[in-house]
């Protein structure tokens, strides 16, 4: 399978050059780590955000640092979680001494590193706390997960604690915000091919030509039902239901959505995704506040999609509407 | 050289002789973690002791908790994933427990809080499949026979690997409820865990190590602390 990389071995690091060089005033990197944080952490006086996770799904982490959305993002390899000591660098970096928000996605590695180095730090008198983002309705336990996925829902949560972290608040109101967003977004994947690792160099896993797989996470890992090539309109359909059976939300509730590619999917398709979306939404008496549709969290060369829906309140909007200065994403 | 210093030197030898052991078994510990997890764990221990081993012998005149918190440290940067914090962070945390180097109850201190460590990280008990299976009947042999049966601390552990062994048989029959072998549901019995069987490896060497430096260098003019030094090698 051809790949634009020199070698596998060193993709990820020429990757966090090349970021650093397209956005030279607004992040850096630490110097011997796989770690990228705003140009200007630790910022005073702020409770700092930060996340991290294995590469691949980019812009995530590292295309949201910035003003009203993170402090700190880790690269680990692909699909690989980033270890301990880079993670403990990462929150030593950007504690300013107002405490460390990490927001952590559920997959076992993530989990057991990103606490180790919160234990770590916290002896060095640093004060963390954690979220631990599982928005996947697709399957309860994984390859890689006990307990449900985490997936592109966390960009929400980088938004929200970010924008409340920009105000001044504390680290338990920053945790606050960010638990009710995972507490009240669902998210559900497809995908129309598998993704080709730079390291293996053909498809993580086979699917046919006229087939899908419904429920795959973001690295490849299987999901809940592979089954005959569908229409967008149904792909739409059954992802939507998951999510929205999982949500259990009222008529007239407030939500925000992200149609969100998988890195190998046309923004055409994703729009076409979107339309659908937004007539079920409509057919269930559910506002849509916000839509976002576009490559937020992606996986490798993928094609496919992945449906978010989160309920919002008034706190939620405000700080969803807050701004927000990042390679990846802005809002003014 | 004083005792601590012995007891340093003794866990650099356990460090290097674990690196030999585990590279020696490491095509083992991949067919185990190949039948029930994702073939990795054979590389990854392998590459992350052979570091620690390197990392050590650089140290210089270090005392067991240097040797110990720098092993634990390159566990954790260079084998990652989960078993980075598991093997190795463990470790970092544990060696807080010989600041004042290493006797009897600083090696049951030590056990114990490695062992609280694992098990909080992986959130796992005993009948999980993992090495916690190995590890919850060593460590509590171990202070058993220090606290209660009052053996030297070279016998207990003698009896904590005895117990281990036993843990990691225990470990073939029973259905994975954590690490990635949950996956796997029923399909994983049969199977014995790969985490329980490095960490027997582990406790092997380290019963290993005590041994040979208690044939080498008893000390007897310090014969006054509770304690070989040698027997430290325990800890880990």
Redesign the interface.
């Known amino acids: 399978m051809k790949k634009l990389i020199n070698d596998a071995e060193t993709v990820v690091d020429e990757m966090l050059d090349g970021m650093v060089a397209a956005y030279p005033d607004s992040v850096r990197r630490l110097s011997d780590t796989q770690v990228l944080v705003r140009d200007d952490a630790p910022v005073d006086d702020k409770v700092a955000v930060v996340s991290g996770g294995g590469s691949g799904h980019e812009p995530t982490h590292a295309g949201y640092l910035g003003e009203g959305m993170l402090d700190g993002a880790a690269a ?2 692909v699909f ?7 993670l403990e660098a990462m929150i030593e970096a950007c504690d300013s001494g107002a405490g460390v928000l990490l927001v952590i996605k559920n997959y ?2 993530d989990v ?2 990103f ?2 180095a919160g ?2 730090v916290e002896m060095e008198g640093t004060e963390v706390a954690e979220v631990v983002v599982n928005d996947d309705v697709a399957v309860e ?4 997960t ?1 307990g449900r996925r985490g997936v592109c829902g966390t960009i929400l949560v980088h938004k929200v604690a970010g924008a409340k972290a920009a105000e001044g608040a504390s680290l338990d109101e920053v945790q606050r915000v960010a638990q009710k967003v995972v507490d009240n977004v669902g998210t559900m994947g497809m995908a129309l091919t598998s993704c080709v690792t730079p390291e293996k160099g053909e498809p993580t896993f086979d699917l046919g030509e006229d087939e899908i797989e419904l429920g795959i996470g973001i690295h490849g890992e299987p999901g809940v039902e592979r089954t005959e090539t569908m229409s967008a309109d149904e792909v739409t359909d059954e992802l939507t239901e998951a999510v929205l059976d999982d949500l259990e939300l009222d008529p007239g509730q407030e939500v925000v959505t992200i149609v969100n590619g998988m890195g190998g999917t046309p923004q055409m398709e994703l729009f076409v995704v979107n339309r659908r979306l937004q007539e079920l939404l409509d057919e269930r008496d559910i506002e849509t506040w916000d839509a976002w549709v576009g490559d937020y969290m992606t996986s490798l060369d993928m094609a496919g999609c992945s449906i978010t829906v989160c309920a919002v309140d008034e706190e939620l909007k405000s700080l969803l509407d807050a701004p927000a200065e990042t390679p990846a994403m802005t809002v003014r | 050289m004083s005792p601590q210093r012995d007891a340093g030197t003794a866990a650099v030898a356990a460090v290097e002789n674990v690196a030999a052991r585990i590279e020696a078994e490491r095509e083992h510990l991949t067919d185990l973690d190949s039948a029930i997890g994702d073939a990795d764990h054979g590389g990854n221990m392998a590459r992350g002791w052979q570091a620690a081993a390197d990392a050590v012998s650089d140290l210089e005149d270090p005392d067991i908790e240097t040797v110990v918190k720098t092993a634990g440290k390159t566990l954790l940067s260079e084998v990652g994933g989960a078993s980075g914090p598991l093997y190795g962070g463990s470790l970092v945390f544990a060696s807080a427990e010989l600041e004042d180097g290493l006797t009897a109850e600083s090696a049951v201190a030590f056990a114990e809080t490695y062992l609280e460590k694992v098990q909080d990280r992986g959130d796992a008990s005993v009948g999980d499949k993992t090495m916690v299976d190995a590890l919850v009947p060593a460590v509590h042999t171990f202070k058993k026979s220090v606290e209660t049966d009052d053996l030297h601390p070279l016998e207990a552990l003698a009896k904590a690997v005895a117990a281990a062994e036993h843990g990691v048989s225990f470990t073939v029959p029973i259905r994975a409820a954590k690490g990635r072998a949950s996956y796997l549901g029923w399909r994983s019995v049969g199977h014995q865990d790969p985490g329980a069987t490095s960490t027997l490896y582990i406790m092997e060497e380290l019963l290993a190590t005590a041994a040979d430096h208690l044939d080498t260098d008893v000390p007897s003019a310090d014969a006054s602390s509770p304690t070989s030094p040698d027997a430290e090698a325990t800890e880990e």
């Open positions: 680990g390899e690989t979680s980033p270890t301990a000591d880079e076992e590695g057991m590193n606490e180790t234990e770590m336990d994984s390859l890689y006990s």
